[in-house]
């Protein structure tokens, strides 16, 4: 699988942070935030309702407010060709369910480079002092 790494800056606890993700051709988005605790949340989509596809050459803002805990974090977008995750079929209330669509992502790994595409986008958090 293709992928791309960017190293971004340092934000603070409690600081927004946006990130933008651009699609090489019409597909879907999912993004995952993975901290220093190897704790991963689903952050897009995040509601049932929420519509993952994007067009090509479009552009999807990601709004996140920082938290804790301090140390490295990352941002994972995982563009695929192919609607591999549904939002109205999770529960987003329940990690464990979560965590399986981790474990379903895992077979991107294995789509053709032109169907997928990762992006990490690595980042400190800090406190302020």
Known sequence: MPTKYIKNKEYFIGEQ???EIEAPNDGHIVVFHHDTNKKVKIIFPQK????SFIAKEKKLEIHHTIQEPEGKHFFKA???SQQLIKPENIDFNN???ITSIIEYLK???KLDAKECLELIFEFEVRRKR
């Open 17 to 19: 942070c946006v990130f």
């Open 107 to 109: 077979s991107v790994l």
């Open 95 to 97: 990690e464990d369910k």
């Open 48 to 51: 049932t309702y929420d519509n």
């Open 78 to 80: 995982f563009w695929t």
